[in-house]
């Protein structure tokens, strides 16, 4: 089968995790191999010791993106819900699987900041508004939207099923599902 790495990027709370998690069940129930590379696990173990600062968010991303590749190139599709603010690093990874000829696809889940900062699965924006936290990306961090991802997923105005379901069809589309 035809691996790929399918980065969701996007602010805290926008539902990278939650429309990975579906795609991820719909995909395996079809046979394919996946894993996700969930951001909160690789910190805790691949980029453990890794911060918030603009390098190191750029390390853990490289990281990532270096595993995800590995994956992708053996077969497996490989979801990745990692916020990756910056253009240049997510540009970095995109090269790197051009280079090896592995399929990779960006998709900007793209929520308002205000319907993340509602939402607040993990309280940070809270905690910033709070001012016990700061360097919040959206908030008082910089998030570089891509110019052009592959998919647009606005997921303030859907279900998960029918973020997820717009993402199996991308995937259909370019003969990876
Ligand atoms: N300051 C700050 N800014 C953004 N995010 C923060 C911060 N502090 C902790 N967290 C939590 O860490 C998760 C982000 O890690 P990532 O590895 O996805 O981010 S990055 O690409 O390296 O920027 C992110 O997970 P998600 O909410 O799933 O996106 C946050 O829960
Ligand atoms: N269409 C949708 N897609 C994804 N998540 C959604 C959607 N609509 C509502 N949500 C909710 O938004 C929250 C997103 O949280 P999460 O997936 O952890 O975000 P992230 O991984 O981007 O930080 C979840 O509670 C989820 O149920």
């Given at each position: 089968m035809t691996g790929a790495t399918i980065w969701l990027t996007g602010l805290p709370s926008a539902g990278k995790t939650t429309i990975a998690r579906e795609l991820?069940?719909?995909?395996?129930?079809?046979?394919?191999r996946v894993e996700v590379l969930d951001g909160d696990e690789?910190?805790?173990?691949?980029?453990?010791?890794l911060?918030?600062?603009?390098?190191?968010r750029h390390?853990?991303?490289?990281r990532i993106g270096f595993v995800a590749e590995l994956l992708a190139s053996n077969g497996v599709k490989a979801l990745v819900p990692v916020i990756a603010p910056y253009a240049d690093s997510r540009e970095a990874v995109r090269k790197r699987h051009q280079a090896e000829g592995t399929a990779y696809l960006e998709v900007h889940v793209a929520t308002?900041?205000?319907?993340?900062?509602?939402?607040d699965v993990k309280g940070l924006y809270a905690k910033q508004a709070a001012g016990?936290?700061?360097g919040l990306t959206g908030v008082d961090d910089p998030y570089e939207a891509p110019e052009s991802p592959d998919l647009r997923i606005e997921s303030h105005t859907q279900t998960v099923q029918e973020s997820a379901t717009a993402l199996h069809t991308l995937l259909t589309e370019r003969g990876l599902a």
């Open positions: 991820a069940g719909r995909l395996r129930g079809e046979g394919h690789i910190r805790e173990f691949l980029s453990a010791g911060g918030f600062s603009r390098e190191d390390t853990n991303v490289q308002p900041v205000e319907v993340c900062s509602e939402r016990e936290i700061s």
